[in-house]
């Protein structure tokens, strides 16, 4: 079933690119029509689909667009990215060392000994001052190393904390088993 006004500026565009000898007559500049009569050809299409309803129920109808009245980011394709594939290690340096960056307390205090917890920050640090000295462009690094001596100290404080809250706690009891027997719920 094909709509009027599409035929109609099928028709023109046809007899434009037929007649071609009219746009020197006219004094228009070739393909000036042309470009024309296909934008309204497009428009046409557009307005028939919507007319067919080949725009219903798209996805995100009636919903806000993203985005919209807050701040410019110009790394905003990286971080949408990102975020909704759910990748981790991709990405400028500046923003890696950012996110390791919040993360590291949390990270430290997985470690038991204070060695390993020297190696990491040792190894942030020198990621950190890397990323500044690099030319390959990308956002400013704007993370700041970290004092190892301090950031120690601060590991054994956190460290003796958990241990005493872990020490002040009641023993869990146990529930003994009986062999043999099954277990009832």
Same mark, same amino acid.
């Given at each position: 079933?094909? !709509?009027?006004?599409? @035929?109609?500026?099928?028709?023109? @565009?046809? %007899? %434009?690119?037929?007649?071609?000898?009219?746009? @020197? +007559?006219?004094?228009?500049?070739? &393909?000036?029509?042309?470009?024309?009569?296909?934008?309204?050809?497009?428009?046409?299409?557009?307005?028939?689909?919507?007319?067919?309803?080949?725009?219903?129920?798209?996805? &995100?109808?009636?919903?806000? /667009?993203?985005?919209?009245?807050?701040?410019?980011?110009?790394?905003?394709?990286?971080?949408?990215?990102?975020?909704?594939?759910?990748?981790?290690?991709?990405?400028?340096?500046?923003? /890696?060392?950012?996110?390791?960056?919040?993360? /590291? !307390?949390?990270?430290?205090?997985?470690?038991?000994?204070?060695?390993?917890?020297?190696?990491? /920050?040792?190894?942030?640090?020198?990621?950190?001052?890397?990323?500044?000295?690099?030319?390959?462009?990308?956002?400013?690094?704007?993370?700041?190393?970290?004092?190892?001596?301090? +950031?120690?100290?601060?590991?054994?404080?956190?460290?003796?904390? *958990?241990?005493?809250?872990?020490?002040?706690?009641?023993?869990?009891?146990? *529930?003994?088993?009986?062999?043999?027997?099954?277990?009832?719920?």
């Amino acid at each position: 079933m094909s !709509d009027p006004r599409e @035929a109609a500026a099928r028709y023109r @565009a046809r %007899q %434009q690119s037929d007649g071609s000898e009219d746009d @020197a +007559e006219s004094g228009e500049a070739p &393909g000036i029509a042309a470009a024309t009569d296909r934008a309204a050809f497009i428009e046409t299409a557009i307005q028939v689909a919507i007319r067919r309803g080949d725009f219903d129920d798209l996805p &995100g109808a009636g919903k806000p /667009l993203e985005g919209l009245g807050t701040h410019h980011d110009p790394d905003w394709w990286i971080r949408r990215k990102i975020e909704t594939e759910n990748l981790t290690g991709l990405g400028p340096p500046a923003i /890696l060392l950012r996110t390791e960056d919040r993360e /590291l !307390d949390a990270q430290l205090d997985l470690l038991g000994r204070e060695s390993d917890v020297r190696d990491v /920050l040792v190894d942030f640090n020198r990621r950190v001052v890397e990323a500044r000295r690099q030319l390959q462009g990308g956002p400013p690094v704007v993370t700041s190393t970290r004092d190892i001596d301090a +950031e120690v100290t601060a590991w054994r404080e956190r460290r003796a904390a *958990r241990l005493a809250a872990r020490a002040a706690e009641p023993p869990e009891q146990r *529930r003994r088993r009986r062999f043999g027997l099954g277990r009832r719920d």
